[in-house]
């Protein structure tokens, strides 16, 4: 398994920001994984970095990085899929196969792993509609286990596995027969409203960067404290979306964590709501830690 010591984590992120982690692994089967998970003092385990902010600094923390991780078969219409599997490519497996339901993972590089602890949702479907179950490592038990839809907790970018210390290893989905032309359909349509409001993945991002407020939308209310193109040093608010915060030009983690919080403090000074980052932050550097916790109260 590879292992690499003050790795530059930049290009393992869709944002293109990071600089020295201390130790990461890369383990390549469910086994390994498990390995690592049993044996190793680690930090935090990451999937396809999509949603995650790394400080340009050093980061003294190893991380675990499930994306050479890439087992899925199909039965039918069952779909068995390991944590490190990215939403693309199994929405295509699907549409070659007439199956409906994971025709908005054709939009965003998120792992298994990290879908189902944020609960990815988009264009009216989420992954809590087909998952049935899946094997999860319980750290504080040490011991595998079997979570069905009920012991998930999924709610709104949300589910058991964020809140408690568990890790994703595999899951089975059931998946809904269809037309092709209607499932090629959606995903055409899904594709064409990305590249229409989104920078998809032509400029470093994260896709949304704060939650929706409970009935709301943050991008609503950033787009009425006029941020679009807003900038700190080489990160934008993104023109077409307000919730979208691109790196434009070499960005490093404080441009954006600096411009984060300017949208958080506009929106709370002009609305009293305050709105919560839906990235995480990695990193172990004070200032970014300190604006990071003002807005993570
Ligand atoms: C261009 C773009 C568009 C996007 N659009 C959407 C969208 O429409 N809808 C949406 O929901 N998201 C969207 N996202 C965000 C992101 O893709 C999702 O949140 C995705 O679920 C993150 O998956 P990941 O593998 O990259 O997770 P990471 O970023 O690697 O990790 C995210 C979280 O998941 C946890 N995690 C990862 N793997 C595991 C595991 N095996 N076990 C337990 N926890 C784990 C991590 O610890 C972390 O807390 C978008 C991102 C981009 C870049």
Known sequence: MLRINDYIIK????FRIGGAVQEVFFPESIDELLVLLKQKNYD????????????SQKINKTIILTKKINNFTFDGNKL???????GPIISNECLKRNLTGFEFLIGFPGSFGGMIAMNA????????????KAEIYNVDKKKVQIFTKSDMNFSYRNSIIKDKNFIVLNAEFELKNGEFDKIKDIMDRNKSFRT?????LTYGNAGSIFKNPINDSAGRLLDLC????????GAMVFEKHANIIINY?????????QLMHKMY???KEKYTIELEPEIIYVGSDKTENMLWKEMKK
Not at 80 to 86: A, D, I, L, N
Not at 226 to 233: A, D, F, I, P, R
């Open 11 to 14: 290009n393992e992120s869709t």
């Open 249 to 257: 030009n070499n960005a490093t983690s404080l441009d954006v964590i």
């Open 226 to 233: 006029e941020l679009k193109g807003c900038k700190s040093g």
């Open 44 to 55: 935090i385990v990451l999937g396809n970095c999509s949603n995650v902010l790394f400080s």
């Open 80 to 86: 068995y899929v390991s944590c490190g599997v990215r």
């Open 265 to 267: 403090s506009k929106v």
């Open 196 to 200: 229409q409001n989104q920078p998809g």
């Open 121 to 132: 949702s988009a264009h009216g479907q989420s992954i809590s509609d087909t998952f049935i």
